[in-house]
């Protein structure tokens, strides 16, 4: 496995590939879990080369978010890529990436201004800046990403049809712990009781799910049965629970189309998210 700092090594190794391979790409920013491990081993399964990148994003952390807590262990993300058959990891620097002479960034209307992009001022413009930069970088035929991040993927997907990106954009399925609460990065932020205390976000996913089974159409009813559930829990704090198009990411009434139902909780100090789509 080979592991590049600069975006020169990756593209000579790439140069090669491309002639005779198809090549995967999973971009993450680290500490890697089962989730990304699902992601990574998919890209492998479907593709002659994976690239892995690994780099803490800080365009897309405001000043008052974790970017110098946000966890890293480069030796355990080497040890899975390892594992999961990954061929080149990219671990660059930020001065790779963002030169000081960097002027240039990628924006989006719609649907950055719901859900996450309400409490995250900018967040969006970081994760379009530079991804589309890595796509630049990597060439890669199809790149995986988590349903976790929902409206990410959606982002991620319109900014590929709109700037006719050659790239494939596959979302994969959310990875969970086995009490059901999504794999994150984050988690790792949760002292015991917190952990247990977040067992209501998924708790609340699975309520609003099963709601939408079972043929309840009304948003505001599966909305107010979430929310009860999340208040049980005296550590938890709300930042949003909506129910959504899945395309367009605007608030429905009624789920008479394919929907998400998203949510954002505070668990003490940590932010964590969490979905169900029903199409």
Known sequence: ???????????????????????????????????????????????????????????????????????????????????????????????????????????MEGLTKELCGKTRANHFRGVCTVVNKLFNIVAADRAYFGQKDAQQLAVIKKMVRDLNMDIEIIGCPIIREVDGLAKSSRNSYLSLEERKAAQVV??????????????????????ESMTKIVQTEPLAKIDYIEIVDLDTLEKIQEVTKPTLGAVAIYIGKTRLIDNFAVY
């Not at 966890?71 to 001065?95: H, T, W």
């Not at 998924?202 to 909305?223: D, H, P, R, T, Y």
């Open 202 to 223: 998924s708790q609340a996913i699975f309520k609003g799910e099963e709601l939408v089974k079972s043929g309840e159409i009304s948003a505001k009813n599966i909305i």
């Open 1 to 107: 496995m080979i592991i590049a700092n600069t975006i020169q090594e990756v593209r000579a190794h790439v140069y090669g590939w491309k002639k005779y391979h198809t090549i995967g790409f999973v971009p993450t920013m680290g500490y890697l879990h089962e989730g990304h491990l699902s992601l990574i081993e998919r890209s492998v399964a479907e593709n002659a080369k994976t690239i892995v990148s690994i780099f803490v994003n800080p365009m897309q952390f405001s000043p008052t978010e974790d970017l110098d807590k946000y966890p890293r262990d480069l030796e355990s993300d080497k040890a899975m890529c390892r594992k999961a058959g990954a061929n080149l990891i990219f671990y660059p620097q930020v001065e790779e990436i963002y030169p000081k002479d960097f002027y240039s960034y990628v924006d």
